[in-house]
């Protein structure tokens, strides 16, 4: 893991046209995080195919109107991922608020490295 992250610099990931991402955060779930953001392709319509977080497994599930695993996530113009969307991306283990993950993150169109923080539980 450590060297794809080498492999994958942000200079490298900038001229690669992935989508634009909304600041990242990772929402508190029983067995783990969820991802919270907004992805918005650059041009035509684009794919999350693979999402990586070092140590930790990581499933892409597509909830419409039930929550089903899938190998790729389609991009529209743009996509929420979150607790109340048809698109989610959920980390297992025990995380602790305030906590930085690393996620590489597949697309159709190239790779990106992005970080997302823990938020503390809601009350």
Do not use: W
Request: positive net charge; aromatic residues 4%.
């Amino acid at each position: 893991m450590a060297a794809a992250l080498a492999a994958v610099s942000p200079q490298a990931s900038a001229q690669v046209r992935t989508p634009t991402m909304s600041p990242l955060q990772l929402q508190p779930t029983a067995n783990g995080v969820m991802l919270v953001t907004t992805m918005t392709p650059r041009g035509a319509a684009d794919t999350l195919q693979r999402a990586f977080v070092a140590r930790h497994a990581t499933n892409m599930l597509l909830c419409d109107p039930r929550c089903k695993p899938v190998n790729e996530l389609p991009l529209g113009n743009p996509t929420a991922f979150g607790p109340s969307t048809s698109h989610r991306v959920i980390v297992g283990g025990k995380f602790q608020p305030g906590q930085k993950l690393h996620f590489i993150m597949q697309f159709a169109s190239g790779v990106s490295v992005v970080e997302a923080v823990v938020t503390p539980n809601a009350p």
